[in-house]
């Protein structure tokens, strides 16, 4: 999880960037959540979006292991991180679609300002996809932790 964080951070180092980032990221994954809430999975009793949490989940859930060994401080950010990201989708599931729409773009806008105005850097998702769920892990330790 460091070495994610570390380089997530070498492309968010302005105030302003974090700033962006702080009100964008939540604004994106409340609205992809809630879009996706709309659409079923065929043959399965669960939405998109839901199925996007449990992917993210466990993604997430492979940092409480750290050197095959469980880590009880990786689990003490992961565990409340599932939970408001649970929140994040039961709300954004109670969103009508339009207000998720424009979400969804000031979300983006408020990232590609902190990136061209304040970091003067691409994006890190540009080179890692990965980038994409490290995002809002990086933002909820950085609140969480202080």
């Known amino acids: 999880m460091r070495a994610h964080f570390e380089s ?7 105030d302003g960037n974090r700033v962006c980032h702080e009100m964008g990221i939540p604004l994106i994954v409340v609205s992809t959540f809630g879009l996706l809430a709309r659409l ?3 043959g399965a009793p669960l939405t998109a979006g839901l199925l996007l949490w449990a992917v993210a989940m466990l993604w997430a859930a492979t940092f409480c292991f750290e050197r095959g060994r469980f880590s009880w401080s990786h689990f003490s950010l992961i565990a409340p991180y599932g939970l408001v990201t649970l929140g994040l989708y039961l709300a954004g599931a109670a969103f009508p679609v339009p207000a998720l729409r424009v979400l969804f773009v000031i979300g983006w806008i408020l990232q590609g300002i902190g990136h061209s105005v304040f970091e ?6 540009f080179t890692n996809l990965k980038q994409l769920l490290v995002g809002p892990l990086w933002i909820f330790g950085r609140v969480f932790r202080g």
């Open 120 to 125: 003067k850097r691409s994006p890190a998702f």
């Open 8 to 14: 997530y951070e070498g492309f968010h180092r302005t």
């Open 40 to 42: 079923e999975v065929p």
